[in-house]
């Protein structure tokens, strides 16, 4: 097990200096999802801060901006090693499946939480209508988050091996992750931070049931 | 036991002809296989197979007892394909380092070290692989492949792409292991000069063809 962790860091700090000397990549993502935000921020802006509608926009609206980040991410995930043959290399270092792909559940999740917290800085900065729940928010976004980073880590590695990856990674992300977004919304604006602990939760049995099938997944 | 064993081995693609048909082979320790074969005969197939990296249609690998499909099958291999397997982004000491923590191995291993000399690298060390060359990448690539003394080296047309220094080093390396007691697979295209250069380079070489998808030694 002790092994299995410090491999764990090992993927992990090398998937985060990468990320790092490839700036551009990681500002534009950023860059994107701040704009979106911004966007949201600005047009429920109008509405007053009780507005049942501006609350309504905002929330699928960062819920949406989550899920291109989703996918963003998605693409810097297995698709990249894959792309490079680094993900063979990996294979050949002894590295198991389950292994490689908690390492990069892990690192999926670090990155959409990070741009979440970002990109809803943006929205309540530029916005009004999400000013007042700002923590209940937050917690219920970040909730969603896990389930995200395990959709997103899975539709990665599903579609290593296929060509129509550009269509087919956005697509399984919100297909797999719809049934969710809809209920995180709902969630945001009800302010029910209580349930986000059941967001919590199916987000961590989905992780461990696509962790179970990256065995068949990635070989 | 045999380092490698393949038991009634066959692969086939997506339903066409089996690129292999019932390859029954066994390799003790310091046995050295050249495959030869045209473009397409399945000499990268069957080094892939071997490391692990494909299943076969039928039959089975074994790699020091154990099924080639294992992770653990592969602490015993070190494999060189055509395409480094390096990350472009970090250093050629950075990428050693990776691929050594990940395979347990130890990167200031007397064995390591003489090669690394041999192959010049010293002073690249500190270098980014994305400012390297492809031919400077492929003998980082030879380092990483040498990783952890692994007992089953598979070459994948090793002297295509390296020039004669890093030739010369390469085949070094490979009769360093094979006097530890590795064993070797390299491929190559039916060429002469690859074919006499390995054979006067490495000790007690042993030549197969791969026609038609049958292994046939020579």
Partial sequence: MNNTIKIILVLLWKDFVIEARRALELVTALLF?????????????????????????GSTGIVLTQAFIAVFVAIMSFVREADRGTLIGLKLASVTPITLYVSKLVFTLILVEIFTVIAYGALIYFGESMLEPIRGSLIILLASGLYLSAVSAFASALSVHLEARLALIPTLILALGAPLMQSTVVLIVMQNVKLAGLLTISGLLFAMITAWLSEYVLE | MPVLRFENVWKQYYGLNYILKDINLELDSRDVLLVVGANGSGKTTLLKICGGLLAPSRGRVLVNGVNAREPTAKRYIGMLLHEPLLYPELTVLENLKLYAELKGARLDDDILVEILEMLQLKAYMGKSVRELSYGWRKRVDVLRALLGRPKLLLLDEPLSSLDPVGVKALLKALNMHIDMGSTAILTSPYRVEDISILKGELREIMVAKLDEGVLKFE
């Fill in chain 1, 33 to 57: 999802s701040l704009l979106i935000a911004s966007f949201l921020g600005f047009s429920t802006g109008k509405f007053s801060p009780d507005t049942f509608t501006g609350l309504v926009i």
